[in-house]
Protein backbone atom coordinates (compact mmCIF):
# COMPACT_ATOMS: atom_id res chain seq x y z
CA UNK A 1 0.00 0.00 0.00
CA UNK A 2 1.25 3.29 -1.36
CA UNK A 3 0.78 5.90 1.65
CA UNK A 4 0.69 8.72 -0.35
CA UNK A 5 -2.57 10.81 -0.04
CA UNK A 6 -4.13 8.31 2.29
CA UNK A 7 -5.95 8.99 4.83
CA UNK A 8 -4.20 8.12 7.76
CA UNK A 9 -4.83 8.24 11.85
CA UNK A 10 -2.43 8.15 14.39
CA UNK A 11 -3.41 7.63 17.97
CA UNK A 12 -1.07 8.80 20.36
CA UNK A 13 0.47 11.03 18.19
CA UNK A 14 1.31 13.54 20.97
CA UNK A 15 3.63 10.74 22.81
CA UNK A 16 7.06 9.83 21.97
CA UNK A 17 7.20 7.73 19.03
CA UNK A 18 3.94 8.98 17.79
CA UNK A 19 5.33 12.19 17.23
CA UNK A 20 7.91 10.62 15.03
CA UNK A 21 6.15 8.19 13.06
CA UNK A 22 3.74 11.94 12.18
CA UNK A 23 6.27 13.56 11.29
CA UNK A 24 7.31 10.34 8.91
CA UNK A 25 4.29 10.34 7.41
CA UNK A 26 3.89 13.97 6.39
CA UNK A 27 7.21 13.18 4.54
CA UNK A 28 5.21 10.07 2.76
CA UNK A 29 2.68 12.87 1.80
CA UNK A 30 0.02 11.03 3.36
CA UNK A 31 -3.48 12.88 4.51
CA UNK A 32 -2.64 12.66 8.71
CA UNK A 33 -5.35 12.71 11.24
CA UNK A 34 -4.20 12.89 15.22
CA UNK A 35 -6.09 11.47 18.41
CA UNK A 36 -4.66 13.56 21.49
CA UNK A 37 -5.84 13.55 24.61
CA UNK A 38 -8.07 16.59 25.14
CA UNK A 39 -6.42 18.77 27.77
CA UNK A 40 -8.34 22.21 29.03
CA UNK A 41 -4.77 24.35 27.87
CA UNK A 42 -4.79 22.93 24.00
CA UNK A 43 -1.69 21.11 24.50
CA UNK A 44 -0.63 18.23 21.71
CA UNK A 45 2.54 17.09 23.53
CA UNK A 46 6.09 16.41 21.28
CA UNK A 47 4.13 17.71 18.21
CA UNK A 48 4.28 21.39 19.71
CA UNK A 49 8.15 21.07 18.38
CA UNK A 50 6.61 20.94 15.28
CA UNK A 51 6.99 23.73 12.47
CA UNK A 52 3.86 25.60 11.46
CA UNK A 53 4.07 24.55 8.15
CA UNK A 54 4.27 20.83 9.36
CA UNK A 55 1.31 21.12 11.79
CA UNK A 56 -0.96 23.34 9.09
CA UNK A 57 -0.80 19.39 7.13
CA UNK A 58 -1.96 17.79 10.60
CA UNK A 59 -5.56 17.60 11.35
CA UNK A 60 -5.88 17.69 15.05
CA UNK A 61 -8.81 15.49 16.41
CA UNK A 62 -8.87 15.82 20.70
CA UNK A 63 -10.46 13.43 22.84
CA UNK A 64 -10.36 10.15 25.44
CA UNK A 65 -9.65 6.78 24.00
CA UNK A 66 -12.19 5.80 26.67
CA UNK A 67 -14.59 7.59 24.99
CA UNK A 68 -16.44 5.80 22.21
CA UNK A 69 -17.71 8.83 20.53
CA UNK A 70 -14.58 10.68 20.20
CA UNK A 71 -12.64 7.73 19.18
CA UNK A 72 -15.63 7.54 16.59
CA UNK A 73 -15.13 10.78 15.48
CA UNK A 74 -11.76 10.47 15.07
CA UNK A 75 -11.59 7.50 13.06
CA UNK A 76 -14.15 8.62 10.24
CA UNK A 77 -13.48 8.45 6.99
CA UNK A 78 -9.65 7.08 7.43
CA UNK A 79 -8.11 4.07 5.37
CA UNK A 80 -5.11 3.26 7.97
CA UNK A 81 -4.66 3.49 11.25
CA UNK A 82 -1.61 3.32 13.28
CA UNK A 83 -2.73 2.62 17.39
CA UNK A 84 0.05 3.74 19.64
CA UNK A 85 -2.43 5.82 22.31
CA UNK A 86 -1.78 3.91 25.85
CA UNK A 87 -0.92 4.36 29.39
CA UNK A 88 3.04 3.11 29.12
CA UNK A 89 4.64 4.25 32.82
CA UNK A 90 5.37 0.90 34.66
CA UNK A 91 5.54 2.04 37.68
CA UNK A 92 2.69 4.13 37.97
CA UNK A 93 0.85 1.15 36.88
CA UNK A 94 1.40 -0.47 40.05
CA UNK A 95 0.09 2.76 41.50
CA UNK A 96 -3.36 3.30 39.67
CA UNK A 97 -3.65 -0.14 37.58
CA UNK A 98 -7.54 0.58 36.81
CA UNK A 99 -5.96 3.50 34.59
CA UNK A 100 -4.43 1.49 32.01
CA UNK A 101 -7.11 -1.27 31.80
CA UNK A 102 -9.77 1.85 30.76
CA UNK A 103 -7.00 2.97 28.68
CA UNK A 104 -5.14 0.25 27.18
CA UNK A 105 -7.90 -2.18 26.97
CA UNK A 106 -11.49 -0.09 26.78
CA UNK A 107 -9.63 2.29 24.60
CA UNK A 108 -8.36 -0.34 22.12
CA UNK A 109 -11.84 -1.62 22.36
CA UNK A 110 -13.23 1.26 20.96
CA UNK A 111 -10.65 1.78 18.41
CA UNK A 112 -11.72 -2.03 16.69
CA UNK A 113 -14.81 -1.18 17.01
CA UNK A 114 -14.73 2.32 15.31
CA UNK A 115 -12.49 0.48 12.49
CA UNK A 116 -15.02 -2.26 12.57
CA UNK A 117 -17.58 0.48 11.47
CA UNK A 118 -15.97 2.93 9.51
CA UNK A 119 -14.21 -0.49 7.01
CA UNK A 120 -10.67 0.82 8.07
CA UNK A 121 -8.15 -1.08 5.63
CA UNK A 122 -5.46 -1.58 7.61
CA UNK A 123 -5.05 -1.32 11.75
CA UNK A 124 -1.67 -1.50 13.31
CA UNK A 125 -1.96 -2.25 17.20
CA UNK A 126 1.06 -1.27 18.72
CA UNK A 127 2.19 -3.96 21.33
CA UNK A 128 5.24 -3.81 23.61
CA UNK A 129 8.35 -6.22 24.09
CA UNK A 130 7.19 -6.37 27.81
CA UNK A 131 4.21 -8.48 27.22
CA UNK A 132 7.05 -11.60 27.21
CA UNK A 133 8.11 -10.85 30.26
CA UNK A 134 11.53 -12.16 31.64
CA UNK A 135 13.32 -14.46 28.60
CA UNK A 136 12.49 -18.29 28.97
CA UNK A 137 15.13 -18.50 25.44
CA UNK A 138 16.75 -15.75 23.82
CA UNK A 139 16.51 -14.29 21.30
CA UNK A 140 12.60 -13.87 22.01
CA UNK A 141 10.68 -14.65 18.76
CA UNK A 142 7.02 -14.16 18.48
CA UNK A 143 6.11 -17.43 19.67
CA UNK A 144 7.57 -17.10 23.03
CA UNK A 145 4.94 -17.15 25.45
CA UNK A 146 3.73 -14.13 27.25
CA UNK A 147 4.36 -12.98 31.13
CA UNK A 148 2.20 -10.49 32.90
CA UNK A 149 4.47 -9.18 35.08
CA UNK A 150 3.53 -5.71 35.87
CA UNK A 151 -0.16 -4.34 35.65
CA UNK A 152 0.96 -2.49 32.30
CA UNK A 153 1.74 -5.41 30.56
CA UNK A 154 -1.11 -7.64 31.24
CA UNK A 155 -3.40 -4.56 29.57
CA UNK A 156 -0.94 -4.91 26.48
CA UNK A 157 -1.10 -8.63 26.29
CA UNK A 158 -5.18 -8.15 26.73
CA UNK A 159 -5.28 -5.39 23.88
CA UNK A 160 -3.24 -7.95 22.26
CA UNK A 161 -5.34 -10.91 22.38
CA UNK A 162 -8.85 -8.67 21.69
CA UNK A 163 -6.74 -7.25 18.34
CA UNK A 164 -6.46 -10.52 17.72
CA UNK A 165 -9.95 -11.51 18.34
CA UNK A 166 -11.24 -9.20 15.71
CA UNK A 167 -9.04 -10.44 13.39
CA UNK A 168 -9.92 -13.99 14.25
CA UNK A 169 -13.64 -13.56 14.91
CA UNK A 170 -14.27 -10.37 12.40
CA UNK A 171 -11.79 -10.65 9.56
CA UNK A 172 -10.64 -7.17 10.52
CA UNK A 173 -7.41 -6.22 9.09
CA UNK A 174 -5.16 -5.88 12.17
CA UNK A 175 -1.25 -6.30 12.42
CA UNK A 176 0.32 -6.47 15.67
CA UNK A 177 4.05 -4.88 15.84
CA UNK A 178 5.61 -5.45 19.22
CA UNK A 179 8.77 -2.81 19.00
CA UNK A 180 11.27 -3.53 21.86
CA UNK A 181 12.78 -0.95 24.22
CA UNK A 182 12.41 2.26 21.87
CA UNK A 183 15.15 5.30 22.19
CA UNK A 184 15.81 8.64 21.01
CA UNK A 185 14.89 12.19 21.01
CA UNK A 186 11.92 13.73 22.44
CA UNK A 187 11.77 10.54 24.78
CA UNK A 188 10.34 11.63 28.37
CA UNK A 189 12.83 10.78 31.69
CA UNK A 190 10.43 7.89 32.55
CA UNK A 191 12.80 6.11 30.33
CA UNK A 192 16.04 5.14 31.57
CA UNK A 193 18.21 6.51 28.95
CA UNK A 194 16.91 9.86 29.28
CA UNK A 195 16.91 9.62 32.58
CA UNK A 196 20.71 8.32 32.46
CA UNK A 197 21.61 11.59 30.03
CA UNK A 198 19.63 13.88 31.79
CA UNK A 199 21.49 13.29 34.85
CA UNK A 200 24.93 12.97 33.14
CA UNK A 201 24.33 16.56 31.98
CA UNK A 202 23.70 18.17 35.08
CA UNK A 203 26.14 15.91 37.51
CA UNK A 204 28.38 13.02 37.69
CA UNK A 205 26.53 11.43 40.01
CA UNK A 206 23.68 9.01 38.40
CA UNK A 207 21.04 7.67 40.93
CA UNK A 208 19.46 4.46 39.03
CA UNK A 209 17.31 1.43 40.23
CA UNK A 210 18.86 -1.98 39.07
CA UNK A 211 21.76 -2.22 36.67
CA UNK A 212 21.65 -5.46 35.55
CA UNK A 213 18.55 -6.06 33.55
CA UNK A 214 18.98 -5.47 29.44
CA UNK A 215 17.61 -4.79 27.22
CA UNK A 216 17.18 -4.67 23.14
CA UNK A 217 17.25 -0.94 22.47
CA UNK A 218 16.32 0.00 18.86
CA UNK A 219 16.41 4.08 18.08
CA UNK A 220 12.86 5.64 17.51
CA UNK A 221 14.02 6.29 13.75
CA UNK A 222 14.16 2.43 13.05
CA UNK A 223 10.93 1.66 14.95
CA UNK A 224 8.63 4.33 12.88
CA UNK A 225 10.53 2.87 9.70
CA UNK A 226 8.69 -0.43 10.64
CA UNK A 227 5.87 1.26 11.48
CA UNK A 228 5.67 1.98 7.89
CA UNK A 229 6.53 -0.73 6.50
CA UNK A 230 4.17 -2.46 8.07
CA UNK A 231 1.49 -0.61 6.66
CA UNK A 232 3.11 -0.41 3.28
CA UNK A 233 3.59 -4.34 3.20
CA UNK A 234 1.12 -6.79 1.38
CA UNK A 235 0.03 -10.22 2.60
CA UNK A 236 0.68 -9.77 5.99
CA UNK A 237 -3.31 -9.46 7.70
CA UNK A 238 -3.36 -11.16 11.14
CA UNK A 239 0.67 -11.38 11.92
CA UNK A 240 2.59 -10.37 14.76
CA UNK A 241 5.86 -8.81 14.03
CA UNK A 242 8.65 -7.63 16.62
CA UNK A 243 10.35 -4.61 15.69
CA UNK A 244 13.72 -5.17 17.86
CA UNK A 245 17.76 -4.75 16.98
CA UNK A 246 18.39 -8.00 18.17
CA UNK A 247 21.36 -6.90 19.94
CA UNK A 248 21.31 -6.04 23.98
CA UNK A 249 22.49 -3.71 26.31
CA UNK A 250 22.40 -3.85 30.59
CA UNK A 251 21.44 -0.57 32.39
CA UNK A 252 24.95 -0.31 33.60
CA UNK A 253 26.88 -0.88 30.05
CA UNK A 254 24.41 1.84 28.76
CA UNK A 255 25.61 4.56 31.84
CA UNK A 256 29.62 3.11 30.45
CA UNK A 257 28.37 3.90 27.01
CA UNK A 258 27.16 7.71 27.75
CA UNK A 259 30.32 8.08 29.97
CA UNK A 260 32.07 7.40 27.10
CA UNK A 261 30.56 9.70 24.53
CA UNK A 262 30.18 12.72 27.19
CA UNK A 263 33.28 12.42 28.26
CA UNK A 264 32.69 12.40 32.02
CA UNK A 265 33.21 9.81 34.62
CA UNK A 266 29.65 9.04 36.51
CA UNK A 267 29.31 7.34 39.76
CA UNK A 268 26.37 5.62 40.12
CA UNK A 269 24.29 5.50 43.27
CA UNK A 270 21.37 2.94 43.21
CA UNK A 271 18.26 4.79 44.07
CA UNK A 272 16.05 1.82 46.17
CA UNK A 273 12.84 3.70 45.33
CA UNK A 274 13.42 3.18 41.67
CA UNK A 275 13.94 -0.54 42.28
CA UNK A 276 10.94 -2.62 40.64
CA UNK A 277 9.62 -5.45 42.73
CA UNK A 278 11.95 -8.52 41.65
CA UNK A 279 9.09 -10.96 40.78
CA UNK A 280 7.65 -7.97 38.63
CA UNK A 281 11.30 -6.65 36.93
CA UNK A 282 12.01 -7.88 33.63
CA UNK A 283 16.04 -8.87 33.63
CA UNK A 284 16.36 -10.37 29.91
CA UNK A 285 15.02 -9.06 26.64
CA UNK A 286 16.44 -9.96 23.45
CA UNK A 287 14.58 -9.64 20.66
CA UNK A 288 14.02 -11.78 16.92
CA UNK A 289 13.70 -9.73 14.24
CA UNK A 290 13.78 -12.11 11.74
CA UNK A 291 10.48 -12.17 10.67
CA UNK A 292 10.82 -8.44 10.38
CA UNK A 293 13.29 -8.87 8.15
CA UNK A 294 11.38 -11.58 5.85
CA UNK A 295 7.85 -10.13 5.71
CA UNK A 296 8.60 -6.31 5.98
CA UNK A 297 12.43 -6.14 3.96
CA UNK A 298 13.10 -4.19 7.56
CA UNK A 299 16.38 -4.16 9.76
CA UNK A 300 18.24 -1.65 12.26
CA UNK A 301 20.20 1.27 10.33
CA UNK A 302 21.17 3.03 13.74
CA UNK A 303 24.05 1.77 15.63
CA UNK A 304 23.45 2.04 20.06
CA UNK A 305 26.31 4.47 20.05
CA UNK A 306 24.57 6.87 17.00
CA UNK A 307 21.56 7.01 18.39
CA UNK A 308 22.78 7.74 21.71
CA UNK A 309 24.77 10.56 20.52
CA UNK A 310 21.39 11.88 18.76
CA UNK A 311 19.38 11.28 22.21
CA UNK A 312 22.64 13.30 23.88
CA UNK A 313 22.29 16.27 21.45
CA UNK A 314 18.52 16.40 21.74
CA UNK A 315 18.28 16.38 25.02
CA UNK A 316 21.39 18.79 25.82
CA UNK A 317 19.83 21.47 23.37
CA UNK A 318 16.03 21.16 25.30
CA UNK A 319 17.72 21.10 28.99
CA UNK A 320 14.74 22.63 30.06
CA UNK A 321 11.93 20.78 28.96
CA UNK A 322 13.57 18.05 30.48
CA UNK A 323 14.39 19.81 34.09
CA UNK A 324 9.78 20.65 34.20
CA UNK A 325 9.27 16.67 33.87
CA UNK A 326 10.38 16.19 37.80
CA UNK A 327 8.99 13.97 39.95
CA UNK A 328 7.17 11.90 36.71
CA UNK A 329 7.58 8.24 36.68
Keep these: MDLKGKKVLVTGAAGFIGSHLTEELIKKEAQVRVFVRYKSD ?6 EE ?20 SVNRAVEGTEVIFHLGAMISIPYSY ?6 VETNVIGTLNVLKAAQKNKVKKI ?28 YSATKISADKLSESFFRTYNLPIIIIRPFNTYGPRQSRRAVIPTIIYQALNSDVINLGSLSPKRDFTFVKDIVEGFIKTAESENIIGETINICSDETASVKEIVKKVEKIMGEKLTILRDENKVR ?53
Excluded at 124 to 151: C, F, K, L, R, V
Excluded at 279 to 299: C, D, H, P, Q
Design 42 to 47: GGIGNL
Design 277 to 329: PETSEVFLLIGNNEKAKKLLGWEPKTSLEDGLKETIDYIKDNLNKYASERGNI
Design 124 to 151: IITSTSETYGTAIYSPIDEQHHMQAQSP
Design 95 to 100: VDPRDF
Design 50 to 69: FPEEILEKIEIIRGDLKNSD
